[in-house]
């Protein structure tokens, strides 16, 4: 007699995988996943790489030579999951957002606030045959999300007009597919490919709003409304390297190179006056934005005994150099450009003793981590600097087991490099934005070999 020994997991994971790609997919681009005001521009806010695991060390994951969790950074670890198992990944991500801005001149400070929470990653890793792997990974890539508005205060349009508010509002993410394949030719080397798709919908829109009219004139509030639409494929290549490879540590170098190019997101402007549409002002194939997505370099190492797991990454992006000649302007004469992107992680994380029979915290993992990097625009000419400290724990789920359940944290700020800026005639106070966020992800791992029929006599 034969019997196909079944699991908890395997129904999570049937149930999860049988859900639609487009269904998945629409659920992580039609959340507002950030509350940025440095989302107003390009793509928006671009979202930190990995599962809660690497987000928990700091976003590293170009080095992570591991055969029990699944790595989105680089396709190269598609190579490394076991036979006859299969590896699944699913988290979901909450955050604050705290953005404060101090008007030029005065000590007043405007400060908003505002809460999100959507799906961060869906990703599984499966073998194919011997050192050979497949991996798929649906997550954000950047996200839009901003409510802001101004007042007109100067005296002749308060005396000739009335009170005009200007406002502007923002809303729409750009999905990341990538599947690829990852081959083992030696224990120590592993090298893969992968085709990214990225697709989704930002819409942003700017409002003036007419009220308490004193002139004698008709006065009506315009609404105009853009909406970008992103559809592109890129390559990404990546090695890794074990210079030390044993039973009690193994040392891996590693490296990824994403082939950027043009996105080119097409755009449709629409103009609303007191919400009549009177014009379309410019069609799809006129109005496409020059934007292109950046050559991406990355490398790092990651070190790992049976106790501790230790590793650095850097990541270059070249915005600039790709779009060296596109500058967008913002309400009222912000001049946007792009720049180049230099980015640091490190991580660690210690288990104190994962054989512990009696004791389940010497089984836990615990994690910390820090990156530092730049903003990928400039804003008046000023750059802007981005922060973050990270920790999480990640809680195995049974004895000896390899699945978990994994809790992250982050806090993190962005602080511009001058107070202020010039926008048109004025000085302006820069935004100063903190965050907190609050992550947890299930990754299972095929422990039971799901794909065994175990015989009984």
């Given at each position: 007699?034969?019997?196909?020994?079944?699991?908890?997991?395997?129904?999570?994971?049937?149930?999860?995988?049988?859900?639609?790609?487009?269904?998945?997919?629409?659920?992580?681009?039609n959340s507002v996943n950030t509350y940025s005001p440095y989302s107003m521009y390009g793509l928006g806010e671009l979202s930190s790489k990995g599962?809660?695991?690497?987000?928990?060390?700091?976003?590293?994951?170009?080095?992570?030579?591991?055969?029990?969790?699944?790595?989105?950074?680089?396709?190269?670890?598609?190579?490394?999951?076991?036979?006859?198992?299969?590896?699944?990944?699913?988290?979901?991500?909450?955050?604050?957002?705290?953005?404060?801005?101090?008007?030029?001149?005065?000590?007043?400070?405007?400060?908003?606030?505002?809460?999100?929470?959507?799906?961060?990653?869906?990703?599984?890793?499966?073998?194919?045959?011997?050192?050979?792997?497949?991996?798929?990974?649906?997550?954000?890539?950047?996200?839009?999300?901003?409510?802001?508005?101004?007042?007109?205060?100067?005296?002749?349009?308060?005396?000739?007009?009335?009170?005009?508010?200007?406002?502007?509002?923002?809303?729409?993410?750009?999905?990341?597919?990538?599947?690829?394949?990852?081959?083992?030719?030696?224990?120590?080397?592993?090298?893969?490919?992968?085709?990214?798709?990225?697709?989704?919908?930002?819409?942003?829109?700017?409002?003036?709003?007419?009220?308490?009219?004193?002139?004698?004139?008709?006065?009506?509030?315009?609404?105009?409304?853009?909406?970008?639409?992103?559809?592109?494929?890129?390559?990404?290549?990546?090695?890794?390297?074990?210079?030390?490879?044993?039973?009690?540590?193994?040392?891996?170098?590693?490296?990824?190179?994403?082939?950027?190019?043009?996105?080119?997101?097409?755009?449709?402007?629409?103009?609303?006056?007191?919400?009549?549409?009177?014009?379309?002002?410019?069609?799809?194939?006129?109005?496409?934005?020059?934007?292109?997505?950046?050559?991406?370099?990355?490398?790092?190492?990651?070190?790992?005994?049976?106790?501790?797991?230790?590793?650095a990454d850097y990541v270059y992006q070249n915005w600039g150099s790709q779009n060296s000649s596109f500058i967008e302007s913002g309400g009222k004469?912000?001049h946007v450009a792009y720049t180049d992107t230099h980015t640091i992680k490190a991580g660690f994380e210690i288990v104190p003793r994962a054989s512990?029979?009696?004791?389940?915290?010497?089984?836990?993992?615990?994690?910390?981590?820090?990156?530092?990097?730049?903003?990928?625009?400039?804003?008046?000419?000023?750059?802007?600097?981005?922060?973050?400290?990270?920790?999480?724990?990640?809680?195995?789920?049974?004895?000896?087991?390899?699945?978990?359940?994994?809790?992250?944290?982050?806090?993190?700020?962005?602080?511009?490099?001058?107070?202020?800026?010039?926008?048109?005639?004025?000085?302006?106070?820069?935004?100063?934005?903190?965050?907190?966020?609050?992550?947890?992800?299930?990754?299972?791992?095929?422990?039971?070999?799901?794909?065994?029929?175990?015989?009984?006599?």
């Open positions: 007699m034969q019997v196909l020994k079944t699991n908890v997991f395997r129904t999570i994971i049937a149930i999860l995988l049988l859900l639609p790609a487009s269904a998945a997919a629409q659920m992580l681009a599962n809660v695991v690497q987000r928990s060390m700091g976003g590293i994951g170009v080095a992570m030579w591991t055969n029990n969790m699944v790595n989105v950074m680089n396709p190269a670890a598609y190579a490394l999951t076991p036979q006859q198992s299969f590896l699944f990944n699913f988290g979901m991500e909450g955050a604050h957002f705290r953005n404060e801005q101090t008007k030029y001149g005065t000590d007043k400070k405007i400060e908003t606030a505002y809460n999100t929470v959507n799906i961060h990653d869906i990703a599984f890793q499966m073998p194919l045959a011997k050192n050979l792997g497949l991996g798929f990974s649906l997550t954000p890539y950047s996200s839009v999300g901003y409510n802001m508005y101004g007042d007109d205060l100067s005296q002749d349009i308060a005396g000739n007009v009335g009170r005009v508010r200007y406002q502007y509002l923002g809303d729409g993410d750009v999905t990341e597919v990538k599947a690829g394949l990852g081959w083992k030719p030696v224990n120590s080397v592993a090298i893969g490919v992968a085709a990214i798709y990225y697709w989704g919908n930002i819409e942003r829109s700017y409002e003036t709003k007419v009220s308490n009219i004193t002139g004698d004139g008709a006065y009506s509030s315009t609404l105009g409304v853009d909406t970008y639409d992103v559809s592109r494929f890129k390559l990404q290549a990546g090695i890794m390297w074990n210079p030390i490879y044993r039973d009690e540590r193994i040392l891996t170098l590693a490296a990824t190179y994403d082939l950027g190019g043009p996105m080119k997101p097409s755009m449709m402007k629409y103009v609303y006056v007191d919400n009549v549409l009177t014009s379309v002002v410019r069609q799809e194939n006129d109005s496409a934005l020059p934007l292109r997505l950046p050559h991406q370099f990355s490398a790092g190492f990651f070190y790992q005994t049976l106790k501790i797991r230790v590793g004469g912000v512990d029979v009696t004791h389940y915290l010497n089984r836990v993992a615990y994690r910390i981590g820090a990156r530092m990097g730049d903003y990928y625009q400039t804003f008046g000419g000023s750059r802007v600097k981005q922060y973050a400290v990270t920790a999480g724990v990640g809680l195995p789920i049974r004895l000896f087991g390899r699945s978990s359940v994994n809790v992250g944290f982050e806090f993190g700020m962005r602080r511009p490099e001058s107070d202020n800026i010039k926008v048109g005639e004025e000085m302006v106070g820069m935004i100063k934005q903190t965050y907190f966020k609050a992550s947890i992800g299930l990754n299972l791992f095929g422990e039971d070999r799901w794909f065994v029929r175990y015989k009984f006599d």
